[in-house]
């Protein structure tokens, strides 16, 4: 199979399913039913056996190999209460932060989803490779990290929580157990 | 095949109902998700191993699933989370590889055994591949999956709006690349 690289100029008479005459004329290529076709396969008997599969896992994962209805409902409600110890500050991982501008104002975090969706399409890379150069050079325990994205001073207030939300989200995923996120500002922009 | 309301009626019954309810989730949905798992990893190893951790979080969770969402979005939205955290710590691992995630996505969809499509639908994947994580689910669901706005956007806890621009400018990206490259 050829690489990335080797795809360009590809020919249609490579292609059997759909001829050169129906794609250069077509408006809307990805209308084609062809291309809905899922072009994966799965090794034989694959689906007749996942059920025994999870199965065998599932017994796994209680002590006595038992699974009763009382001990996966305390499981998942342990669970639940767990994230909300998280979440109020106990334990070494969490972060706890305050985000605020410049001008002094402290918010609270309230995402909106549908921001989260833009945001991913937007600049995450900005905020890693940020993140990443200011965590790398400090030697502190505790940073104060000042992010200054892109279109800053245009930034609602909502948006900017919402940024800020995504810094946080790539910092929980961060391996190190010594840093801890002490504040988090969202600068405007110098000139 | 047994309506989801039936499923979840055995469900809470007495007397070994929520064994044979969470059988029949398996056999009813283990299927679509592994399709929308395997359009999400790009091949079958992966997709295996989060279906597997997919449908233990769903018996897991089932004691507390309410019925404020459908059953199908709710097994939807533990799938796609499932994946999506997977795809952010791979992305967040490899991220001082040689190679970006993405450029290694697609790599591994060009050595998989198990890819059975031809050159333009390789292409096609390579493009869905490239595309931001969300962005990806909210593609695989609508075009490769079939499902409503509506449906899509209870899965990803969002609004219909978003989910429509999200998917809009999955579309005419992936439109303008399969272009480029014929």
């Known amino acids: 199979m050829p690489d990335e690289s080797e795809t360009k100029g590809l020919k249609m008479e490579d292609n059997k399913n759909i001829d050169r005459e129906s794609f250069e004329n077509a408006n809307d290529i990805l209308s084609n039913e062809h291309l809905k076709k899922m072009p994966f396969k799965v090794p034989q008997g694959y689906f007749e056996s996942v059920e025994d599969e999870v199965r065998t896992k599932i017994k796994e994962q209680t002590p006595d190999g038992q699974w009763g209805l009382l001990h996966r409902s305390l499981k998942a409600y342990l669970g639940l209460a767990a994230s909300f110890l998280l979440i109020l500050g106990a334990g070494w991982g969490t972060i706890h932060f305050t985000k605020y501008f410049t001008s002094g104002h402290t918010l609270t975090a309230q995402s909106t989803v549908d921001s989260e969706l833009l945001l991913d399409s937007l600049e995450n890379d900005y905020v890693a490779e940020q993140l990443d150069n200011a965590l790398e050079e400090s030697s502190k325990d505790t940073l104060t990290i000042r992010v200054i994205p892109p279109q800053a001073e245009e930034m609602t207030v909502e948006t900017a929580v919402d940024y800020a939300d995504a810094v946080q989200e790539y910092l929980s995923a961060y391996p190190s157990t010594s840093v801890s996120l002490a504040s988090l500002e969202l600068a405007e922009l110098e000139e | ?182």
């Open chain 2, 1 to 182: 095949m047994q309506e989801d309301s039936e499923i979840l009626a055995l469900y809470n019954k007495d007397g070994g109902g929520a064994d044979y309810a969470f059988n029949l989730i398996v056999r009813k949905y283990s299927e679509r998700l592994y399709w929308h798992l395997r359009e999400l990893t790009g091949n079958h190893e992966d997709a295996n191993d989060l279906l597997q951790n997919t449908l233990i979080k769903i018996w897991n969770n089932l004691p507390t699933f309410r019925g404020d969402s459908k059953l199908y979005t709710w097994l939807y939205r533990i799938a796609t989370n499932e994946a999506l955290t997977w795809l952010k710590k791979q992305r967040f691992e490899s991220r001082f590889a040689r190679l970006g995630f993405d450029k290694s996505l697609c790599n591994k969809l060009t050595t998989d055994d198990f890819f059975n499509g031809d050159q333009i639908q390789l292409v096609l994947q390579k493009e869905v591949m490239q595309l931001p994580d969300k962005q990806r689910a909210i593609f695989s669901m609508r075009y490769f999956q079939d499902m409503k706005y509506e449906e899509i956007a209870e899965v990803m806890e969002s609004n219909v709006g978003a989910v429509k621009t999200s998917y809009s400018i999955a579309y005419n990206k992936i439109t303008t690349g399969l272009k480029n490259k014929f």
